[in-house]
């Protein structure tokens, strides 16, 4: 089986968020190892796909997400 790609593990989070944040930690992990191996220094999501697109659930997303060691921005 091969390791998953930036975009999928990204997927998998949108889903997870989807999900009520079902293996969110599972899917973070695995998104860091993504950006690591493709040597990407941040993950870029799209708002329009968030579960609470608004200022104050982006930056809850960015501080957990930094707090897992991955950083996070967003597409416009």
Do not use: C, W
Not at 8 to 17: K, M
Not at 34 to 55: I, M, Q, S, V, Y
């Amino acid at each position: 089986m091969s390791e998953p790609t930036v975009a999928q593990a990204t997927e998998n989070i949108y889903a997870s968020l989807k999900a009520d944040n079902a293996d969110i930690d599972v899917h973070i992990a695995t998104l860091k190892a993504a950006l690591a191996r493709e040597g990407l220094k941040e993950a870029t999501f799209d708002p329009a796909k968030l579960a609470h697109n608004n200022r104050a659930g982006r930056k809850l997303m960015q501080a957990y997400f930094r707090q897992r060691g991955v950083t996070v921005t967003f597409s416009s």
